[in-house]
């Protein structure tokens, strides 16, 4: 079984057996949700001005950033996943706004027939789902899909982070991890231009987020000296995840079936 498709199989066997697990939020439920609320102020300045926009979002998961993008009244939503057939319930939020896709094989097979569709792409930790063989493969697909300028928005564990371990090997299906300098090459060498690393920070945060906060503001420090003693980082990124954003710009785009 080559990697892709042992993913895939992961992903497959997870959703069916916990399909009757999984909740089925209505929209009512969705849009209060606190990880929704979160999102729709910490994307608002990185999302596309026109609300006409099409934007896809790989690996949506339980669609929290599909809810902000309607929160924020984005009209043209398409999510792409494995396994998409118990999470069906995101659609039904504003069927004429969501489009959802099936991944058969890998993502960058799905993406191969969507040239310069969208506007702008978001992948919420998945990136280190991919095996390292294919990540070219990937990334020039996301950057042929993109339209000018279009952007591309990347969320994944960081390897440079106080819980790297447990981070890698949380879940059967991690290939790869990442740390700021070696996500900033990935997506310099595949073309894209204004590669910036970012920093989330709760728009409102509760008491237990600022307690949260305070305990590992030590850690982190400590492991920020250890990385400048030791360490190559170049990125400045300490904390548990790495957050990217890149456009794409005038490069020709490379699409080599190769690197699958």
Not at 22 to 47: C, D, F, I
Not at 93 to 116: M, Q, V
Not at 160 to 180: I, K
Not at 203 to 220: E, F, V
Request: glycine fraction near 6%; aromatic fraction near 12%; charged fraction near 25%.
């Amino acid at each position: 079984m080559d990697s892709h498709a042992f993913i895939a199989e992961v992903y497959r066997r997870m959703a069916l057996r916990h399909a009757s697990e999984k909740p089925r939020p209505t929209w009512s439920e969705t849009e209060t949700n606190l990880m929704v609320r979160e999102a729709t102020h910490q994307y608002a300045p990185y999302l596309p001005q026109d609300k006409a926009a099409r934007i896809l979002d790989i690996g949506f998961g339980s669609g929290w950033f599909l809810a902000a993008c309607l929160k924020l009244d984005y009209r043209d939503l398409s999510g792409a996943d494995f396994g998409i057939a118990n999470k069906d319930y995101v659609r039904d939020w504003a069927p004429d706004r969501i489009t959802l896709h099936e991944i058969r094989d890998n993502i960058g097979e799905f993406l191969s027939d969507k040239r310069e569709q969208y506007d702008f792409i978001h992948m919420s930790h998945v990136v280190e789902h991919v095996p390292k063989h294919s990540l070219l493969w990937l990334v020039d697909a996301l950057y042929q899909a993109l339209r000018r300028g279009g952007t591309l928005f990347l969320r994944t564990p960081n390897m440079e982070g106080p819980c790297a371990n447990s981070s890698l090997y949380v879940t059967l299906a991690h290939e790869y991890g990442f740390a700021g300098s070696n996500l900033v090459s990935l997506l310099d060498i595949c073309g894209f231009d204004d590669v910036r690393l970012l920093n989330f920070l709760p728009h409102a945060p509760t008491l237990k987020q600022r307690l949260g906060d305070l305990l590992r503001w030590p850690i982190l420090q400590q492991s920020k000296v250890r990385h400048r003693l030791f360490g190559v980082n170049q990125g400045g990124q300490f904390g548990t995840e790495l957050i990217a954003t890149a456009r794409r710009g005038d490069w020709p785009p490379f699409f080599d079936r190769r690197y699958q």
